[in-house]
């Protein structure tokens, strides 16, 4: 790690208009998509969300819940700035996979024992009926969802029950999260 901390240090390595000090800058952090599976029995799995806020929320909520993320090829960058400010520091606490081929992963984690399922905004099981101790849940882009082929790898589908026609990528995924942490308490 190194850290920046005069006035002027901090400006030339922040993103920001109005940086405050000091500024930390750390090695890569993500793990790769076996590491993942090896370190969690919940994890999310983005597929396609390209908003760097969603993103970090999810890193921030598996941080509380206990989870994993991984996230596809296309998401947003785990480094970007505004990804990494979303976690509040979560990045330092939940392991992350970047870059991860969406079916190739399914198909890994289901050999390696877990179940899977995909968020549908309608027309799946409720989460109770649907998580294991061992589950991968994925989660898709709010405009476009999940495509076909995603969706087919899954062994379920799973729906946020909502009087909204749909929900926000990262308060979907949250929420699954905490009823999977809570089948796994239950």
């Given amino acids: 790690m190194r850290l920046f901390e005069t006035e ?8 920001l208009k109005t940086p405050t000090g000091p500024v930390g800058v750390f090695p890569f952090l993500d793990v790769s998509g076996e590491e993942l599976l090896s370190a969690r029995r ?22 509380a819940f206990g989870a994993g993320v991984a996230l596809s090829k296309g998401c947003a960058d785990l480094y970007n700035p505004k990804t990494v ?20 992963f399914l ?15 309608e027309g799946g099981e409720v989460p109770s009926a649907v998580f294991e101790e061992r589950v991968v849940v994925v989660v898709g882009a709010e405009g476009s969802g999940l495509p076909r082929d995603v969706v087919e790898a899954c062994g ?12 926000n990528a990262a308060v979907a995924a949250s929420i699954l999260l ?3 942490h809570m089948r796994v308490l239950g």
């Fill in 178 to 180: 905490h009823e999977a």
């Fill in 42 to 63: 919940r994890i999310v799995f983005l597929h396609g969300v390209q908003d760097p806020g969603n993103v970090g929320t999810v890193v921030r909520s598996a941080h």
């Fill in 85 to 104: 400010r979303a976690t509040m520091g979560s990045i330092f606490h939940a392991p992350v996979a970047r870059e991860l081929e969406t079916v190739e």
């Fill in 107 to 121: 198909r890994r984690a289901s050999e390696a024992g877990f179940s899977t399922a995909a968020a549908v905004p």
């Fill in 8 to 15: 002027e240090e901090v400006r030339r390595v922040s993103t």
């Fill in 156 to 167: 379920a589908r799973v729906s946020v029950p909502s009087q909204a026609d749909s929900l």
